[in-house]
């Protein structure tokens, strides 16, 4: 697949909704002008997998507060943990990543260190 054609554009609104706008596969092909096999055959494709993909996040961005509303309920009415994690995580507040603060004298005596290690090994 080169680019996308109307046929394409077409499948990729009906596939990017929940549950498929209530569509059947059939349904959408039959709008498409293709058969059904057309259809899954263009999902194997990296360019229509691109689009469908940026079409769903153009279609869910606008929910994206309730989808942070339920969150926040989810944390406070079911004392839900994982829940709460991942709204600490979505608003920077919680991250996996650790920090270490390195301090380094300047003045190391390498001799002393070595006696130190010298002794520990006996």
Not at 23 to 52: N, Q
Not at 116 to 122: G, S
Request: net charge neutral.
């Amino acid at each position: 697949m080169q680019r996308i054609e109307t046929h394409h554009a077409i499948a990729i609104r009906w596939l990017a909704l929940p549950k498929r706008g209530g569509k059947t596969m059939e349904e959408i092909a039959a709008e498409c002008g293709v058969t059904k096999r057309s259809i899954y055959d263009w999902l194997k494709e990296p360019l229509f997998d691109r689009e469908l993909k940026k079409e769903i996040v153009r279609q869910t961005t606008a929910r994206i507060p309730e989808v942070m509303a339920s969150l926040t309920d989810a944390v406070i009415n079911d004392h839900n943990a994982a829940a709460a994690k991942l709204l600490l995580q979505v608003n920077g507040m919680l991250t996996d990543k650790v920090e270490i603060d390195a301090k380094v004298s300047e003045t190391v005596d390498v001799e002393a260190l070595k006696a130190r290690i010298l002794a520990q090994r006996a």
